[in-house]
């Protein structure tokens, strides 16, 4: 029996030269139509147009803790526009009179980085100020985790 399935083995690898030259394209269009109908997993941090746009503060979480933005944190936002320029506003509340106060309002520059992170320069009046985040969208939830040493922490912005 074994001898059967050798011989058996054999003539499938017995061709003649003009069989071989056909076999060679057909294998060629096997599998350049396997390679086009092959894909990657859908990364949802995404390419170069996730980040554009206004996004508006939602929650910070420290130590896996989700903290919702307050009414005065909630009116901070990062707008990236086109040309790698965003605009930003940061607002805090006096801690005396419980008003929110505009503090911060200008732009910076922002470039993407590999393996979903994010450069931001903050840099102000010709200071370089540069911090790299982690980016995640999910939905119109855009997530950054920055980590300054000690420890990560997280901003959560939703798309406006």
């Not at 931001?120 to 040493?149: M, P």
Request: charged share 25%; with cysteine; glycine share 10%.
């Amino acid at each position: 029996m074994s001898f059967y399935v050798i011989s058996k083995m054999q003539k499938r690898f017995d061709s003649s030269p003009n069989q071989i030259k056909m076999k060679k394209p057909i294998l060629l269009l096997i599998l350049a139509i396997g390679c086009t109908f092959t894909s990657c997993k859908q990364d949802d941090s995404g390419g170069d147009g996730d980040l554009l746009g206004t996004w508006l503060l939602t929650a910070y979480v420290v130590n896996e803790v989700e903290e919702p933005a307050d009414e005065c944190q909630s009116m901070n936002i990062m707008r990236f526009n086109d040309g790698n320029i965003f605009d930003y506003e940061f607002h805090t509340t006096d801690s005396a009179s419980g008003d929110c106060i505009e503090g911060i309002h200008d732009s910076g520059t922002w470039s993407y980085l590999f393996d979903g992170k994010v450069q931001l320069d903050y840099g102000t009046e010709g200071r370089s100020d540069v911090t790299v985040a982690k980016y995640k969208i999910s939905g119109d939830v855009l997530t950054l985790t920055f980590d300054e040493g000690n420890g990560e922490y997280h901003e959560k912005y939703k798309k406006e």
